[in-house]
């Protein structure tokens, strides 16, 4: 895998920490020869980003600030890329929110307001950066992002997210349509549960974990490197031939009923 990547100038958004999925999966991409441009929103992930990178001697092509909730900023952070690297050829998103009171309790008692929030950041901003990093993808590319059984199943206390991640999940299969006649595919990891700092806002995610160890066929929990892994694939030319799709990284848990 020493080099399914060198010379491809790739954008990953949604490093916040070492445990963050997209951290794993910046690390399959160094590993494959990736130039890796970054995003972040808080600058305390800018911080964190700084140090894991250093600390792995791992050299960031370039780190822009992007607010997933501003098409100003979205236009922006796309406008350096352009700028200053020129052509990417993939884009990993993994990035979502939702208010922590809604990842718990009834469905029934959603707002209007958690409502929106987690469709706008956790699946309408996959349609800005598609439509962004398309202009930028003239020589085709590769776009994948993060998404959870909660969209097919309900999953005790995913709620709002559940529908959000549906949403996502419909919006891979139409991007997909939409970008494959200029080359780019488009498609899903959908992991099971990591330990990050976005699951603990989910309650019981204990119990999510350890159902995995006792049902999967597996019998294990998945972690970020072998997300990264599979992401680092979708990027790659070896799945030239897949868009539209939604891959599970979850030790199977997904067929047992
Ligand atoms: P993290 O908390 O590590 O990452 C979430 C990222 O989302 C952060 O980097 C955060 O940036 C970013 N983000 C939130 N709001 C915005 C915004 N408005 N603009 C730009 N970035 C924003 O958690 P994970 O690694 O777990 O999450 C990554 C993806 O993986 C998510 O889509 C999640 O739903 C998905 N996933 C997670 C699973 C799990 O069990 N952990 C399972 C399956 C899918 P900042 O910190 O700068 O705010």
Redesign the pocket.
């Known amino acids: 895998m020493s080099n399914l990547l060198q010379g491809k100038n790739i954008v990953v958004?949604?490093?916040?920490?070492e445990?963050?999925?997209?951290w794993g999966i910046t690390k399959s991409l160094h590993n494959a020869g990736a130039n890796l441009i970054f995003?972040?929103?808080?600058e305390?992930?800018y911080q964190k980003l700084t140090k894991l990178l250093e600390k792995n001697d791992i050299k960031a092509t370039l780190i822009v600030s992007?607010?997933?909730?501003s098409d100003e900023s979205i236009d922006k952070a796309f406008g350096e890329i352009k700028e200053k690297v020129g052509v990417i050829h993939g884009l990993v998103h993994?990035?979502?929110?939702a208010n922590r009171d809604e990842l718990k309790g009834e469905y029934a008692d959603t707002s209007r307001e958690g409502f929106l929030l987690a469709q706008e950041?956790?699946a309408y901003?996959l349609v800005s950066v598609t439509r962004a990093a398309k202009e930028l993808m003239t020589e085709g590319g590769s776009v994948v992002?993060?998404?959870?059984l909660g969209a097919e199943r309900v999953i005790k206390n995913y709620n709002v997210?559940g529908v959000a991640?549906a949403s996502l999940e419909a919006s891979v299969k139409y991007l997909a349509e939409d970008v494959g006649k200029y080359g780019i595919r488009v498609n899903a990891v959908?992991?099971?549960?990591?330990?990050?700092?976005?699951?603990k806002g989910v309650s019981g995610f204990n119990e999510k974990a350890e159902i995995i160890e006792e049902k999967a066929p597996l019998r294990q929990n998945v972690d970020q490197e072998q997300v990264g892994d599979t992401t680092l694939f979708f990027l790659s030319e070896l799945s030239r031939g897949i868009t539209g799709e939604i891959l599970h990284v979850d030790s199977g848990y997904h067929i047992i009923g």
């Not at 445990?19 to 997209?22: D, E, G, P």
């Not at 995003?39 to 808080?42: F, H, L, M, V, Y």
């Not at 992002?145 to 959870?148: A, C, L, M, N, R």
């Open positions: 958004m949604g490093v916040a920490n445990r963050s999925i997209a995003t972040n929103r808080q305390r992930s992007c607010d997933v909730a993994a990035i979502a929110f950041i956790s901003s992002t993060q998404t959870y997210m991640k959908s992991a099971g549960p990591i330990r990050t700092l976005s699951a």
